[in-house]
């Protein structure tokens, strides 16, 4: 081992004796055993995600990124398995397979739909009352949401509201990209954990619509704040250009 990995581990271990930080690697492992017993696939590939693109922007090393996102998987599963190993069984066999009800299913309904309203979608709301009229398969149930956030915004809204979304998401990564880059100072890493946080929002969104729900959504815009905070004078070098 080399003179930085001792420095660097040295390092480590002061900061792991500090009491903050024992309760916050408390707090870790309280949500990845919570996680964990949801079994949810989704949310397992978003902290996947987080873990790898908060490693990368916060080290500058996308090798570094993905080898903690592969031992964030790894560790998740492993407390899964040993919380319920036939629920995990049963979500892979799930996931492989192809039930009525599943979102592929659901996808393709939501496809119907999109069809028939294209420009203006169906109205804010309204995924449930166009699926209780088009629903073609499974009809013993009813697909109330669209289970995925991207298809439940172009399905209510249209490729109108669409396009106005993905002009957002745009002018937020370029954004929260500047402000990272001329970010030295001691909330670099606070920013680091939003990004990285609103990364694993985005993959999950493909599975769920999360954002749904108030709670979810105040959250999501308050790690967007974070991420696009203006730099202070103290922290700020030359910033390039977006």
């Known amino acids: 081992m080399d003179a930085r990995g001792v420095h660097g581990g040295r390092a480590s271990i002061v900061a792991l004796s500090n009491g903050e930080a024992i309760g916050m690697l408390g707090c870790l492992g309280a949500m990845l055993i919570t996680l964990a017993a949801t079994l949810s696939r989704s949310g397992f590939i978003a902290l996947v995600v987080s873990a790898t693109v908060g490693t990368t922007l916060a080290r500058r ?6 080898r903690l996102g592969a031992a964030a998987a790894v560790a998740v599963i492993a407390v899964a398995a040993w919380l ?41 709301g309204t995924f449930a009352d166009a699926m209780f ?41 370029r954004t929260a990209r500047a402000r990272l880059a001329g970010d030295d100072g001691p909330s670099r890493f606070v920013r680091v954990g939003a990004c990285a946080a609103l990364a694993g929002i985005a993959v999950q969104s493909i599975w769920e619509t999360g954002l749904r729900s108030p709670a979810n959504l105040l959250l999501a815009a308050i790690l967007a704040a974070i991420a696009v905070r203006p730099l202070d004078r103290r922290e700020s070098r030359e910033m390039p250009a977006a």
């Not at 090393?61 to 993905?66: F, K, P, S, T, V």
């Not at 009229?133 to 289970?147: E, G, K, P």
Request: aromatic fraction near 4%.
């Open 61 to 66: 090393d996308r090798r570094q990124g993905l």
């Open 84 to 124: 319920n190993a036939e629920g995990l069984v049963q979500r892979l066999q799930s996931t492989l397979g192809a039930a009525a009800g599943g979102r592929l299913a659901i996808w393709r309904e939501t496809l119907h739909i999109i069809g028939d309203f294209p420009l203006a979608g169906t109205g804010a």
């Open 133 to 173: 009229i088009d629903q073609r398969t499974a009809t013993q149930v009813l697909f109330n949401n669209a289970h995925d956030e991207y298809l439940q915004i172009l399905t209510e809204g249209g490729v109108t509201l669409l396009i106005v979304v993905a002009a957002g998401l745009v002018l937020l990564i």
